[in-house]
């Protein structure tokens, strides 16, 4: 027969041993004991007159006993040599596996005159084979966790699987990976695995849910085991926790890198379970190697972001640049073709803006530069918070106008004074107002706030622009970051203005923080310094700005080529409505894309030159609707952006553009797409 498995126990083997491994015994032809066997008595500590007769089978376990009484009655009818297995008493009470053989010692005519036979102890074999055999399928199943997890590449995919897997391999009720926070209290369960109809555990709780022993040895990176809630925590201990959420037994297996906690695996089940010490160390390897796949994965991915952001900052940086060289090009173009006066002051005004807006990019790049490296030096002085907001609204002020902004302000009274640095106050508060601008609408509402609450100064940014989903909001201080919702609604920027907002305001031992309901419902911008010590809070009152724009219009001689322009840079729009008027040239012209359908449809121009990345209805959008209207179908599209790589090109041709014009447009170049479209000689 084949005995019954004996539960792996490392410490059974180190008791002290009965006098003898083996035996030997003799019964009499029928199977019974007859005469003494004392290698028998010294093992089983058995008298005769217990083990004699059938009385032997008493130190058999009693699992057992029926399978050897049938198969030693079997061999002893049939006269066969027999081997077989199972547990024997030993003489100190602890069941032995033993290997039994016996063979018949035969008179001279062939009859069964006794039977002899040996009982080999080889418990620590069969413990030996049933480690190995252990230890090969603890490896088998390592492996297979690595091959169903290797091709992926999103850690929540990898936690999902191998919580699934180890679950399944385990026969437990519920599995789950989560990764601890770096404040090494809170842990996310980001997605668990669970037998039908078994709730899911996934996510955010707190470590002093387990009680604090055993968030202690977590910490240390000791594992909690509970082999049965109810008998080993009380409530306060996790009990009421577990209880809660239907676990009678838990393995929890804490990994720790560097001194801190950093992921656990745990393994639930419904009932109370006694769990081995391979289970228990199963579960820690999974963590383990699953977690330094984890890492693996989230550093390429990081590696992944970090790249784009890269590209996507190169490509912004390259645009932003050439939005202000376009206008500059055009006015030194104009300045060529014309000496009307009121032109050329015209073009110097613009020269003049631009290259100013230039350098305020520059300025942030280095800004940027600066703080990353700690050379940045404030100069503080007291200053009134009131005249600082002043100074900001002055610098944002070309933003607000050129989109129609209505900027209302609410000033804190001469005696809310900063110990601040009033340059880099400025440049926080102009920041902010320009961001509101950028992203509002044409048209839209901003204020501006500022008062004393307690010892900290708070200056408040409100606006009813695009908003900014729940989900991206802890991105918006991050360097180099745009939000892709507002990508076609924003007006340029390189993505550093928050954070150089939140590095300044650090830096002058403050903080910001920002609120928005969501995508359409404006965001709200706060920001708190310290006030100087003898600053008197006290509050300001409103006062209205309203602020204007470009108007657009039509003009030109009624013979000439009609070209329609759409560009939302102020500056650019009106050095190349100019240059092309110069040229001889009917123009009109728009500010977005709502208006250059409406211009389209009431001026029926030739040549449409059309910029891409305008607020509302972006180019590609007016392009499809234009090439959409029959009464357009000789129109030619010219695109005009900022824009300028291998991909931008191929993406406006298959929108339907006929050229691509990349700002800043070289003159001859526009000139040879005027030629080409709208019959303008060179």
């Not at 083990?51 to 699992?63: F, I, K, L, N, P």
């Not at 280095?366 to 007291?382: C, H």
Request: proline share 5%; aromatic share 6%; net charge negative.
């Amino acid at each position: 027969m084949s005995a019954s498995e004996i539960p792996f126990d490392e410490n059974l083997d180190a008791q002290a041993p009965a006098p003898s491994a083996a035996l030997v015994w003799h019964t009499n032809a029928v199977g019974a004991i007859e005469v003494e066997n004392p290698s028998w008595s010294a093992f089983t500590g058995q008298d005769f007159l217990h083990y004699r007769g059938w009385g032997w089978t008493e130190a058999v376990h009693a699992d057992d006993r029926p399978e050897v009484l049938r198969r030693w009655q079997t061999a002893v009818a049939s006269g066969d040599v027999f081997l077989l297995h199972y547990r024997l008493r030993r003489r100190d009470g602890e069941y032995r596996e033993v290997m039994a053989q016996g063979a018949p010692v035969l008179a001279a005519d062939g009859v069964v005159r006794e039977w002899v036979g040996t009982c080999v102890d080889v418990t620590a074999e069969r413990r030996a084979q049933a480690a190995l055999r252990a230890s090969e399928e603890r490896l088998r199943f390592l492996d297979s966790i690595g091959q169903a997890t290797r091709a992926l590449t999103d850690a929540t995919e990898i936690m999902a699987v191998t919580a699934r897997m180890l679950g399944e391999h385990l026969g437990a009720t519920r599995c789950a990976y989560a990764d601890v926070e770096p404040d090494n209290d809170r842990f996310t369960i980001r997605s668990d695995w669970s037998r039908p109809g078994v709730p899911s555990s996934a996510g955010v709780y707190s470590l002093d849910l387990f009680g604090p022993q055993a968030t202690s040895n977590l910490r240390r990176g000791r594992h909690l085991v509970v082999n049965d809630v109810d008998r080993e925590l009380g409530d306060d201990g996790g009990g009421r926790m577990f209880n809660a959420i239907g676990i009678k037994a838990i393995i929890c297996a804490g990994l720790v890198k560097e001194g801190r906690l950093v992921a656990m695996m745990a393994v639930h089940q419904a009932h109370p379970r006694r769990w081995t010490p391979l289970e228990i160390s199963v579960a820690a390897e999974v963590v383990d190697r699953s977690w330094a796949h984890i890492e693996r994965v989230r550093a390429a991915a990081l590696l992944r972001e970090q790249d784009r952001h890269k590209d996507e900052f190169l490509a912004t940086l390259a645009h932003e640049l050439r939005n202000p060289l376009a206008p500059i090009k055009y006015a030194i173009a104009l300045l060529r073709l014309s000496i009307d006066p009121a032109r050329q002051a015209q073009a110097h005004n613009i020269i003049d803006r631009q290259t100013s807006h230039m350098a305020r990019l520059i300025d942030d790049l280095l800004d940027v530069s600066r703080i990353s490296r700690g050379l940045i030096t404030l100069q503080r002085e007291q200053v009134p918070l009131r005249r600082l907001m002043l100074e900001a609204v002055e610098t944002a002020r070309p933003a607000i106008e050129s989109a129609r902004h209505r900027l209302t302000l609410q000033l804190p009274d001469e005696g809310v004074l900063l110990d601040a640095d009033p340059a880099r106050i400025v440049q926080v508060i102009g920041n902010l107002l320009t961001n509101a601008a950028k992203y509002t609408p044409d048209g839209g509402e901003i204020r501006l706030a500022g008062w004393a609450a307690g010892a900290r100064a708070v200056v408040e940014v409100v606006d009813n622009g695009v908003g900014v989903p729940p989900e991206q909001q802890g991105r918006l201080f991050q360097m180099f970051t745009q939000l892709h919702h507002s990508a076609g609604r924003a007006k340029g920027g390189l993505g550093i203005g928050l954070s150089l907002v939140r590095k300044l305001t650090e830096m002058h031992g403050g903080s910001v923080r920002m609120h928005s309901d969501g995508l359409d419902e404006g965001s709200t911008f706060s920001i708190e310094l310290p006030l100087a010590q003898q600053a008197a809070p006290v509050a300001g009152g409103p006062q209205g700005l309203p602020l204007q724009t470009l108007p657009q219009g039509a003009e030109g001689l009624e013979s000439a080529p009609r070209v329609l322009v759409v560009e939302d840079n102020p500056d650019g729009l009106q050095m190349l409505v100019s240059l092309l008027q110069a040229l001889g040239l009917r123009v009109a012209w728009a500010a977005d894309g709502a208006e250059a359908l409406r211009q389209a449809q009431a001026f029926r121009p030739q040549l449409v030159l059309l910029d891409l990345g305008l607020p509302g209805l972006d180019g590609y959008e007016v392009a499809r609707r234009l090439r959409a209207d029959p009464g357009h179908a000789g129109t030619a599209l010219v695109a005009l952006t900022g824009w300028g790589a291998e991909s931008d090109r191929r993406r406006t041709a298959e929108a339907g553009f006929d050229a691509h014009l990349t700002k800043p447009v070289e003159p001859d170049a526009l000139r040879a797409v005027l030629g080409h479209f709208a019959r303008v000689a060179g």
